[in-house]
């Protein structure tokens, strides 16, 4: 059997040291607060802002919910931002993606002060981290690290193999797995021989965005294999971009869907809540 990477319990503790950071401060009266934006009503959205203020709640982060019409203009988002960045008693801002097609994410998120960019989306934190500078980490490929480090999982001269370029997940996933001294490779979908490519990888990191789509003929004896995808299946059931069944029979560690990648994101984001009272008063 392989070791199950359990999202559930490393998320848990991540957040029990991020609610014992919070009543630190709570005690030198700082309160931590982060603004949370949703427009229009997309379910899954509905659902990922539900579950952070829920998680907010858990930690002692106060929450400021701003649910916006469908119809909101560019220039009403722009607006709401700036009054938000310019709150002192407002420490993270998230506007969750994706946005309506009347508006520039590249804009929105832009506009957002980097100090307050919990997401770690604006181009000041993606290019500080890039050259190893202090801001803040995107919490998806954060909280996978985390994964791997707490669960005794070696990544220094291993082959790690992201599949997915995105600016939120496989891009700076490979940085940050670089960043642990792993050998890193990026495929993605006009990779010549996506098999042979996988196959090499002691860690394969799957960010495809297709269900079920990584199996045993992907991923070597003995890797470590960690599923970012989030889908329903025929049954309706949630699975990853990773064919679990399948591939449990030839890996040595694996994370669950749901269960694994999933609550991680928002325990980092809770955590780069915390860290923006700290780089505030930097
Ligand atoms: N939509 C999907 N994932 C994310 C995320 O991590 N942050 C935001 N703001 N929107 C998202």
């Not at 869907?257 to 990648?261: F, I, Q, T």
């Given at each position: 059997m392989p070791q199950i990477i359990d999202g559930k319990i490393i998320s848990t503790q991540i957040k029990e040291e991020v609610r014992e950071k919070v009543v630190k401060l709570k005690a030198e009266g700082i309160e931590v607060t982060l603004a949370v934006i949703q427009v229009g009503n997309d379910p899954a959205s509905s659902v990922y802002v539900g579950n952070k203020k829920k998680a907010c709640e858990y930690v002692g982060i106060r929450s400021l919910s701003y649910e916006l019409p469908e119809t909101t203009s560019e220039e009403e988002l722009l607006a709401l931002i700036g009054e938000l960045n310019d709150k002192v008693d407002v420490n993270g801002i998230l506007v969750q993606l994706p946005l309506p097609g009347h508006i520039d994410e590249d804009k929105v998120i832009a506009a957002i002060s980097p100090q307050k960019d919990v997401d770690g989306f604006h181009p000041m934190n993606v290019g500080a981290f890039c050259i190893g500078q202090p801001g803040f980490l995107p919490c998806t490929p954060a909280g996978i690290i985390q994964l791997l480090k707490r669960s005794g999982i070696e990544t220094v001269g291993k082959e790690c193999v992201v599949i997915g370029r995105s600016n939120i997940v496989g891009k700076p996933m490979a940085l940050l797995m670089l960043g642990e001294n792993a050998t890193v490779t990026v495929a993605h979908s006009r990779t010549k021989d996506l098999q042979e490519v996988t196959k090499r990888a002691d860690i394969l990191i799957a960010a495809v965005g297709r269900p079920k789509m990584i199996t045993k003929e992907y991923v070597k004896d003995g890797a470590v294999v960690i599923d970012v995808g989030i889908h329903r299946d025929e049954n309706n059931k949630l699975c990853g971009d990773v064919d679990y069944d399948d591939v449990v029979a030839v890996c040595s560690a694996i994370t669950p869907?749901?269960?694994?990648?999933g609550p991680m994101t928002i325990a980092m984001l809770m955590n780069n809540c915390v860290e923006s009272v700290r780089l505030a008063s930097k």
């Open positions: 869907v749901p269960g694994g990648v």
